[in-house]
């Protein structure tokens, strides 16, 4: 029920912004999460937004990434900056159907396709 959107292959050092959209969930209501997943790893949380806009970012997020959300769009948005080799990934978003963060990605039970993001190195 989940669409992610927006990746693609940008030098280091460059921006994307991820795009995440619904179309029978009414986003605005839950908290949207942001988890990447590199070849042969597991799914790594990047940010999160809850429903009433608080953010969190992960480790190697912050400074660099930011996560927010026009409610009149049914979309939430990851504008990522100054890319580095090391957040190659598929980018996927997902929400658990509840207004705040939660602390476990087992917890999310929607997930979009995935969006391919490549920094090379």
């Known amino acids: 029920q989940l669409q992610a959107s927006g990746g693609g292959l940008v030098q280091p050092g460059g921006s994307l912004r991820l795009s995440c959209t619904a179309s029978?969930?009414?986003?605005?209501?839950?908290?949207i999460a942001w988890y990447l997943q590199a070849p042969g790893k597991e799914r790594e949380g990047v940010s999160c937004?809850?429903?009433?806009?608080?953010?969190f970012y992960g480790h190697s997020a912050k400074g660099r990434f930011t996560i927010s959300r026009d409610n009149t769009k049914n979309t939430v948005y990851l504008q990522m900056n100054n890319l580095k080799p090391e957040d190659t990934a598929v980018y996927y978003c997902?929400?658990?159907?509840?207004?705040?963060?939660?602390?476990?990605?087992?917890?999310?039970?929607?997930w979009g396709q995935g969006t391919q993001v490549t920094s090379p190195a």
């Open positions: 937004i809850s429903s009433d806009g608080r953010t």
């Open positions: 997902a929400t658990g159907v509840s207004g705040g963060c939660l602390p476990l990605v087992d917890l999310y039970d929607y």
């Open positions: 029978e969930l009414a986003l605005p209501f839950y908290a």
